[in-house]
């Protein structure tokens, strides 16, 4: 029995989410359903996606991180190595607050806490210390030194799109989806900077109809 039909990658939810970011590391954070703030200011995460290492390496391929080659070797190598795959995912997650953190921050023009910084630096130092310069008949290029195949790999990847975007990109650009239990974030593109929904079909749509029906209800008065 092949790995791959066996773990059913594509029928996984992580293998269906909207990539509607507009960066690696976007598409990384809004690996959930919607976040919602408590009363007391707690956040909780509602319809998490990456529920074990194999959902990780679904959203991986979804988002054309890695070839079908590529895939099956990770599938393989976290059978083989189940605890250090759940180890991963949990750094994962941990990941992902941690940037979820530094992009509101930027969002509410606010400084980013130190703990999420030195998270995603502990990962950027991991994921360059894995690189190395190789000449080819065109020149010299970045190439992942041995192993090839790591478990962490995804992380990497996720980390060197959230270097790029915060010392290259145009952070002005960046927007929190503004439908209720969302809180999706993404790069506006758009000429005029108007985008306002992660989705304008999902949440945007949603918002329209809300607003229809406040302005179509009985007020109660004769």
Same mark, same amino acid.
């Given at each position: 029995?092949?790995?791959?039909?066996?773990?059913?990658?594509?029928?996984?939810?992580?293998?269906?989410?909207?990539?509607?970011?507009?960066?690696?590391?976007?598409?990384?954070?809004?690996?959930?359903?919607?976040?919602?703030?408590?009363?007391?200011?707690?956040?909780?995460?509602?319809?998490?996606?990456?529920?074990?290492?194999?959902?990780?390496?679904?959203?991986?391929?979804?988002?054309?991180?890695?070839?079908?080659?590529?895939?099956?070797?990770?599938?393989?190598?976290?059978?083989?190595?189940?605890?250090?795959?759940?180890? &991963?995912?949990?750094?994962?997650? *941990? @990941? $992902?607050?941690?940037?979820?953190?530094?992009?509101?921050? =930027?969002?509410?023009? !606010?400084?980013?806490?130190?703990?999420?910084?030195?998270?995603?630096?502990?990962?950027?130092?991991?994921?360059?210390?894995?690189?190395?310069?190789?000449?080819?008949?065109?020149?010299?290029?970045?190439?992942?030194?041995?192993?090839?195949?790591?478990?962490?790999?995804?992380?990497?990847?996720?980390?060197?799109?959230?270097?790029?975007?915060? &010392?290259?990109?145009?952070?002005? *650009? @960046? $927007?929190?989806?503004?439908?209720?239990?969302?809180?999706? =974030?993404?790069?506006? !593109?758009?000429?005029?900077?108007?985008?306002?929904?992660?989705?304008?079909?999902?949440?945007?749509?949603?918002?329209?109809?809300?607003?229809?029906?406040?302005?179509?209800?009985?007020?109660?008065?004769?």
């Amino acid at each position: 029995m092949k790995t791959k039909s066996y773990l059913k990658l594509k029928e996984r939810p992580a293998a269906t989410v909207n990539l509607i970011g507009g960066r690696l590391c976007l598409d990384f954070i809004n690996t959930i359903g919607a976040r919602r703030t408590k009363p007391s200011g707690e956040m909780y995460i509602r319809d998490e996606k990456l529920n074990d290492y194999f959902d990780l390496i679904a959203w991986a391929e979804h988002a054309g991180v890695f070839n079908g080659g590529e895939v099956r070797a990770l599938e393989k190598l976290a059978l083989v190595r189940p605890r250090q795959a759940r180890d &991963t995912l949990r750094a994962a997650l *941990r @990941l $992902r607050e941690a940037l979820y953190g530094i992009f509101k921050s =930027i969002l509410l023009k !606010r400084r980013p806490e130190p703990e999420n910084i030195d998270v995603l630096n502990d990962w950027l130092r991991a994921a360059r210390s894995a690189l190395e310069i190789r000449s080819h008949r065109f020149g010299f290029r970045w190439q992942w030194g041995k192993p090839k195949i790591s478990l962490e790999r995804i992380l990497w990847l996720v980390c060197e799109s959230a270097g790029q975007l915060l &010392t290259e990109g145009d952070l002005s *650009r @960046l $927007r929190q989806c503004g439908g209720d239990d969302c809180g999706w =974030i993404f790069e506006d !593109r758009t000429r005029n900077r108007s985008r306002h929904w992660c989705d304008t079909r999902d949440c945007g749509n949603r918002d329209r109809v809300r607003r229809f029906r406040r302005k179509h209800e009985p007020t109660g008065e004769l």
